[in-house]
């Protein structure tokens, strides 16, 4: 057979995909667990089939002929989740990029598209490979025709050919339609015989071999109740036939000549997998994409190499640019410095410039005027020579950021290329990628950065245009540029570490480990390598006979997800979740942490970066300082580590209460939110009472959970899936929950209608400082990208609000600070909450100035609240 025919039952395996992974999301927030699980399977399916000839059906909807025969036919089915239902256009897209052919029909199924094809392949000849996860499909099995049927998830496949058959069920590929109409489908209400189920009509296939057959010798049939329930439900056994048959004549519009395979290009397949966030398959398609250099000619241009710097170079409006090839500034050398001005170009290196008297100067001078692309970084790394930049007048990457905060690229080659200016190349041309990347000889390094450096300017004029025209200037320059220089003598201070005290904590959570791990093995009975899921999985599978939730290529899965619903099953697992969160405390945050600690300072410095996300929300890297965890005791106790820099000094925390809530109150205007919160009311009580129907004593811990969950959910778009997940409660009771949530505060559900129509009007969404987010799948076709816009219109608005106020509090809590001239200093930003550092006399006055600038930054419908706490550490500061 020269032809190899493979037949993909699209519903079936990406509905499988999606409940054997957890939910993903890229970092635009679309879902794509069903599509990473879905492209696995491909990627095996090519390499290990090998098709010339490939098709994907899909169900085309809900109503098919069959609903003609049965009105109920798959009446018992569960909505399709959201998140899954986004995600069918994006396997599309896949498909497309593979070259794949897809195919639906209206009023027929997938397994009619396949058996049709099937039956033109078989009489042809073919070799025929059908991937399903639906058993239905072996009534298709032939000496031509194998049948592979995935068991648990979608990696552990079984192919079914006509002995295989037999040899599994006893009996063949004709009866498969018989065994259905007497055992029935409740996955598809098809109703079948009551009382028979796949052991007695296997029992009764073997004696009678078809159903017609059956009928006709029903009075030698044993059992009373059983030939009383077969003839009772006769008619329904025959229907259930009907209802099972794929239909293998279809009306299809397609042939056997149209679904030729002969591979896909690599570049359509790696930009979308880059698209998705699949980088882990990257390497599976191996494209060369983009890594071709430019051997475009850039037009000449005139600098010097400074020997001897003289105030005669400066005119008192220069572009600068400090040069580094790592993100990591505050370990970064800078290989050199650019400084232009409308008349010269000029590139100094880095000794020269840091000792030069001159160059100081006029680094520090006010009035000054300095156009720079990352004003923090370009703070940091001359505060760590000695000299203190003042008098920026532009940021480029901020300006950038704020024009498109979703462009992901925001150096200045790609800024450029955006805005048509082509006079620079890309770094990696010019320095190489990964471990290839090197300093070039100083000519070439200067002409670099030199013309990197002129093009500041040519930004900074058509930016600035681009940010008044779109209402953005005055938060460029109020907000985002003031907050860049705090942030960048944050990051320069540092925050101390007890070194002692964190070594000391890793020395006990070790003990902690170890004694863990001893309580694992007795109740196992052995010893074995906890850490390896193929020694694990035997012992909780085979030895122990936990129910299997999931199987990988490789054997059962001990992922987390699959040991969360077996906690409740066994005294081990509470155990091993147990020892795995605080393994990842020991390696990711006592040794990570120890790791970055300046051996000279004991201290930790931090990046943050300030253009990365969407809605304007702050993120610390290198280490993340956000992130540390707080819900183990033993995660909130490596705050402990975190103390002043001076004696008798203490950390003072303060951070907002509920402060989206209090944003979602004032946007959505809702009388019942701004009545709770300006009464003082427990948002998540009242909440609560208004779902329940219950009074203030009647709120139970439980109901104040849930209550919490919808109130920090539903604005997110959460659907009744995503939060019958989160608090372990059916899609029915989340919905009901949802629904009388609306029902009690129509102000928000108001919001969440108007903002998506706004939205698909202007094109974005802003917040109450006027950053603006631009949502271009707003209106798109593709159910998935819409989707996700309209949850992230209702979104923005509120997290983007409450991320402007902390920076805005942040602002004019330093101008504060040094208008009291008060020694204290803010150390961290994390979210809400800011971390800061002070001599004890200065308590009092702290106590008075944070809370009133934190809360009083705006003026809202509803109050802010921020409270405070203070101590010896971080971890006292709650």
Known sequence: MSNKLVLIDGNSITYRAFF???????????????????????????????????????????????????????????????????????????????????????????????????????????????ISGDKDMLQLVSDNVTVNVTKKGISDVEAYTPDYLIEK???????????????????????????????????????????????????????????????NHKDDAFMSKELATINCDSPIEIALDDLPYSGYKEQDVAALFKDLGFQSLLNRVSSDEADEESNEVLEDISYTIVEEITPEMFIGEEALILEMLSDSYHTAPIEGIGVVNRENAYFIPTEVAINSDVFKDWAEGTSNKKVVFDAKKSLVSLLKKGIH?????????????????????????????????????????????????????QEKLAEHVVRKTSLLFELQKKMEEELQ?????????????????????????????????????????????DEIEREIYEIAGETFNLNSPKQLGPILFEKLGLRVIKKTKTGYSTAADVLEQ?????????????????????STYIE???KVVDKNTNKIHTRYNQALTQTGRLSSIDPNLQNIPIRLEEGRKIRQAFVPSEKEWIMFAADYSQIELRVLAHIAKDEKLIAAFQNGLDIHTQTAMDVFHVTEDEVTSNMRRQAKAVNFGIV???????????????????????DRYLESYP???????????????KGYVTTLMNRRRYLPDITSRNFNLRSFAERTAMNTPIQGTAADIIKKAMIDLDEKLKEEKLKARVLLQVHDELIIEAPKEELEKLKEIVPAMMENTVELNVPLKAEYAYGDSWYDAK
């Open 20 to 130: 054997a992974l957890p939910l993903l999301n890229n970092d635009k927030g679309v879902y794509t667990n069903a599509v990473y699980g879905f492209t696995t399977m491909l990627l095996r399916i090519l390499e290990e089939q090998k098709p010339t000839h490939i098709l994907v059906a899909f169900d085309a909807g809900k109503t098919t002929f069959r609903h003609n025969t049965y009105q109920e036919y798959k009446g018992g089915r569960q909505k399709t989740p959201p998140e899954l239902s986004e995600q069918f256009p994006l396997v599309k897209e896949l498909l497309n990029a593979f070259n794949i052919r897809h195919y639906q029909l209206e009023q027929y199924e997938a397994d009619d598209i396949i058996g049709t094809l099937s039956k033109h392949g078989n009489e042809n000849n073919w070799d025929i490979s059908i």
């Open 169 to 231: 069920m006893e009996i063949t590929s004709d009866q498969i339609i018989d065994l259905k109409a007497l055992m029935g489908d409740s996955s598809d209400n098809i109703p079948g015989v009551p009382g028979v189920g796949q052991k007695t009509a296997t029992k009764l296939l073997k004696e009678y071999e078809t159903l017609e057959n059956l009928y006709e010798h029903l009075d030698e049939v044993s059992g009373k109740k059983l030939k009383e329930n077969l003839t």
């Open 389 to 441: 930049l003042k008098g920026i007048t532009f940021d480029v990457l901020l300006a950038s950021y704020l024009l498109d905060p979703s462009e992901n690229n925001h150096d200045i080659p790609a800024i450029g290329h955006r805005m048509g200016m082509k006079s620079v190349r890309f770094d990696e041309e010019v320095y190489g990628k990964g471990a290839k990347m090197k300093v070039p000889e």
């Open 469 to 513: 025209e779109n209402e953005l200037f005055d938060l460029l320059n109020t907000l985002e540029m003031p907050l860049a220089l705090i942030l960048g003598e944050m990051e320069h201070t540092g925050v101390v570490v007890d070194v002692e005290r964190l070594e000391q904590m890793g020395t006990d959570l070790r003990k902690r480990l």
């Open 566 to 586: 077996l906690e409740n099953d066994h005294e081990i697992i509470p155990k091993i979740l147990l020892y795995r969160q605080l393994g990842k405390l020991q």
């Open 592 to 594: 990570g942490l120890l």
């Open 716 to 738: 997110y778009g959460i659907s009744d899936y995503g939060l019958s997940q989160n608090l372990g409660i059916t899609r029915k009771e989340a919905k009901q929950f949802i």
């Open 747 to 761: 102000g928000v559900k108001a919001y969440m209608d108007d903002i998506v129509q706004e939205a698909k009007q």
